[in-house]
């Protein structure tokens, strides 16, 4: 599992706030080219490269100083235009329903990556570390001590030892329900014995009238 630095980003919300500006002005910019995102989440959080502050606050004073809106991306040089690309689909934290002391301990052991995270905190993930992520608590569940050897060797190798486990399952199992059994035919025989002494009316016959 290569690890990359992670990414330092902003928000849409976060970036509006920064600004003290309405939506319009980041429509404005995007029409510019000068600002396209990075990243989104499924529920259309928009999320872009942390030094883009620093450029919007440029544009705004030019804006300010009567700058026309086709003359910016001179002043700023054209250097600074993003290729626009499909941004990236990210989770946050909160989404990958994890408890985060669990999460926490994922990262310390390097099973998950953090694909980027914002100035306040907030940790970003590739959506493909969602279904990892439920891989890793399903293993924790059954005992299974996982290290990041185990996910960079070949997948035989966890299946190997997933099947080992899931054998012995079995023969538990099967001990189990003989045992479970064995009990209820003895609760059974426990319950038949009262009726079984002499003088004890199973059944009452009614007198005809």
């Not at 990414?7 to 600004?19: E, F, G, H, N, P």
Request: hydrophobic residues 45%; aromatic residues 4%.
């Amino acid at each position: 599992m290569d690890h990359e630095a992670v990414r330092a980003v902003i928000s849409r919300t976060a970036l509006v706030d920064a600004l003290k500006a309405p939506p319009a002005f980041l429509r404005r910019v995007e029409r510019l080219g000068l600002l396209n995102p990075v990243a989104r989440t499924a529920r259309h959080e928009l999320y872009y490269p942390a030094e883009v502050l620093e450029r919007l606050v440029h544009v705004q004073s030019l804006l300010a100083a009567g700058y026309a809106e086709k003359d910016i991306g001179h002043v700023l040089g054209r250097v600074v235009a993003e290729v626009r690309s499909e941004p990236a689909l990210v989770c946050t934290a909160s989404e990958l329903a994890v408890a985060p002391e669990v999460l926490d301990t994922f990262l310390e052991r390097r099973l998950v990556e953090v694909w980027g995270e914002t100035s306040d905190g907030q940790r970003l993930f590739a959506v493909g570390e969602s279904e990892r992520v439920r891989v890793l608590c399903a293993l924790e569940e059954l005992g299974l001590a996982v290290s990041l050897s185990d996910f960079e060797a070949p997948p035989e190798r966890l299946v190997s030892r997933i099947d080992r486990i899931e054998s012995q399952l079995l023969i538990v199992r099967i001990w189990l329900r003989r045992g479970l059994g064995k009990r209820s035919k003895t609760r059974l025989r426990g319950a038949e014995k009262p009726l079984k002494k002499p003088g004890v009316a199973i059944f009452s016959r009614r007198k005809r009238v």
